[in-house]
């Protein structure tokens, strides 16, 4: 599985930005957005079900952070509306969990990541 992650950049606080995150080679069931703040852990933000559609959020995306998957596009979103400058980071898209969603050893494919900038 490859995945390539795309859609960051710098915005204010209280935009909105949609990472998107294509997926080729394999199918699988789950896929999950990560963020690292600098000098910080990677930490869980969402996870997908790409059978159902189904999701689950980190405490801090929750209500403001949508993920969702377009099957057909072989591709993951992650909505994020009213952003903060606590949301800057460098945004993963991963795959294929093995364990806990929420914890990222559990994952076994990730993208590149992409960097949202919130000014504040």
């Known amino acids: 599985v490859q995945l390539q992650a795309f859609g960051g950049g710098l915005v204010q606080a209280g935009d909105s930005l949609r990472l998107s995150c294509v997926a080729s080679?394999?199918?699988?069931?789950?896929g999950a957005w990560f963020r690292q703040a600098p000098g910080r852990e990677r930490e869980f933000v969402a996870a997908?079900?790409?059978?159902?559609?189904?999701?689950f959020y980190a405490n801090s995306a929750l209500g403001r952070f949508t993920g969702a998957r377009d099957a057909a596009k072989s591709t993951q979103y992650l909505q994020m509306n009213k952003l903060a400058p606590q949301d800057t980071a460098v945004y993963y898209c991963?795959?294929?969990?093995?364990?806990?969603?929420?914890?990222?050893?559990?994952?076994?494919?990730w993208g590149q990541g992409t960097l949202v900038t919130v000014s504040s």
């Open positions: 080679g394999r199918a699988f069931s789950f």
């Open positions: 997908i079900n790409w059978n159902d559609g189904s999701t």
């Open positions: 991963a795959a294929e969990s093995v364990g806990r969603l929420q914890m990222p050893t559990s994952w076994t494919y």
